[in-house]
């Protein structure tokens, strides 16, 4: 029984230090396998959890877990005086934060340029989606709007944080409450209810399904971290719930063929887990 012991033990560190000094080989072997290092099939995508109401603080928060990446999100509302040129329109500030906590390639100090990017990212698509109308945020036309922070936190990084993200973000305006406002133009002053409060009116609840390329061939649903470094191209299809595409984003090359594909899987994932997948947002 102890040999059997020192020999297993052997052979997983083994394994081990072949996967650090050569990782692309040793995702080529799982691939040939038909399987992934985690035990994933190539389409296949990990399990995913929501709760909501986690930060008790907040106006609304959620705790997401794709696999063992996890985000917390928490949104916060300030009132503000709106852009001259914008009057009548609120704001909206989703930001993401990488830090060193969350794992070991990441480093202290000011947020990164792979955080600002994915800042914008996440920006960018819940704006093109239409998640929230800003004039929904307006309190009183040129004098005063809400400023909601949509500030998340990845906890734990392994991999696809872009997914998750996006998840606890929507999730988490899904569950803010605004109390009732008024502005008194004699005063000059904005007062806020301690007992009314209102959900936001969200028009679009968009979610991500992010897919990379291995050795310009081999597609792989939902890449965990000791992936994603070895891909050729990331891509991130964003359906709505009634399976519209929104938007097609990619970091590195493909072709049509693979771009139609990942559409595709993403749609069948939509179909196949949209109910389990949306029970989160409600």
Known sequence: MALQTQTGTSTDLNAQIFQR???????????KEDIRPDGREATEWRDLSVHVGSISTANGSALVRLGDTTVICGVKAEIAEP?????KEGFLVPNIDLPALCGPRFKPGPP???AQVLSDRL???????????LSALCIHPERAVWVLYVDATCINY??????????????????TTLPTATFNEETGRTMCSRKLRKPLPLECL???????????????AD???FEEPLLDTSISIV????????????LGIADKDTMSMCVSAAKERLETYGREIYAFLE
């Open 21 to 31: 000094l050569h990782p692309r080989a040793y995702l080529e072997r799982f691939i």
């Open 239 to 250: 359906l709505d719930e009634g399976g519209a595409l929104l938007s097609a984003g990619q």
């Open 83 to 87: 852009d001259l040129e914008r009057p």
């Open 123 to 133: 920006a960018s698509t819940i704006t093109a989606a239409g998640v929230l109308p």
């Open 158 to 175: 392994d991999g696809n944080v872009f997914d998750a993200a996006l998840i606890a973000m929507v999730a988490a305006l899904k569950n």
């Open 223 to 225: 890449p965990a971290a």
């Open 112 to 114: 990164s340029e792979e």
């Open 206 to 220: 968009p979610v991500s399904y992010t897919f990379g390329v291995f050795d310009g061939t081999t597609v792989l």
